[in-house]
């Protein structure tokens, strides 16, 4: 059983964010059950460092947001080994190795730079009416990441 295309979609910035844009690298990817599909998102000016904070951010349908990667490939408490997070340059990248069912969700990439985020959702699944996340759920994630 095949699985949709990846499509990916820029999200409209909330209200005290900057607009400025997160590019992702690929516009559409096919997946199934079991595959492997890596998520990239790139900068638009500037490296992705330590200090950008980057983070992934995850939103399965009927469901608020979940913070599954920061510092680009460190997984909070409770996250599956199958995610794994990379960068290099000005490039993110998340990759989902052994894709389960439930791994069908919105991705989102978010980089800091200085007060500012950049995000950026990939929306995975056909025929998924899916809702964006509210501006004040995403913050309220952010808000929740981890300090390390």
């Given at each position: 059983?095949?699985?949709?295309?990846?499509?990916?979609?820029?999200?409209?910035?909330?209200?005290?964010?900057?607009?400025?844009?997160?590019?992702?690298l690929?516009?559409?990817?096919?997946?199934?059950?079991?595959?492997?599909?890596?998520?990239?998102?790139?900068?638009?000016?500037?490296?992705?460092t330590?200090?950008?904070?980057?983070?992934w951010?995850?939103?399965?349908?009927?469901n608020?947001?979940?913070?599954i990667?920061?510092?680009?490939?460190?997984?909070?408490?409770?996250?599956?080994?199958?995610?794994?997070?990379s960068?290099?340059?000005?490039?993110?990248?998340?990759?989902?190795?052994?894709?389960?069912?439930?791994?069908?969700?919105?991705?989102?990439?978010?980089?800091?730079?200085?007060?500012?985020?950049?995000?950026?959702?990939?929306?995975?699944?056909?025929d998924?009416?899916?809702?964006?996340?509210?501006?004040?759920?995403?913050?309220a994630?952010?808000a929740?990441?981890?300090?390390?």
């Amino acid at each position: 059983m095949a699985w949709a295309p990846l499509l990916l979609t820029l999200v409209t910035y909330c209200s005290g964010f900057s607009s400025q844009e997160l590019q992702s690298l690929k516009t559409s990817q096919l997946m199934s059950p079991g595959g492997t599909v890596t998520l990239s998102c790139s900068l638009s000016s500037g490296a992705i460092t330590d200090g950008n904070y980057s983070l992934w951010v995850q939103q399965r349908l009927g469901n608020v947001p979940r913070l599954i990667m920061y510092h680009t490939s460190t997984r909070p408490s409770g996250i599956p080994a199958h995610f794994t997070g990379s960068r290099s340059g000005n490039t993110m990248s998340l990759t989902i190795t052994g894709a389960l069912v439930e791994d069908d969700a919105d991705y989102y990439c978010t980089v800091r730079t200085g007060s500012a985020h950049h995000r950026e959702t990939v929306r995975w699944g056909i025929d998924t009416k899916t809702s964006l996340p509210t501006c004040a759920l995403l913050e309220a994630v952010l808000a929740a990441e981890p300090r390390v």
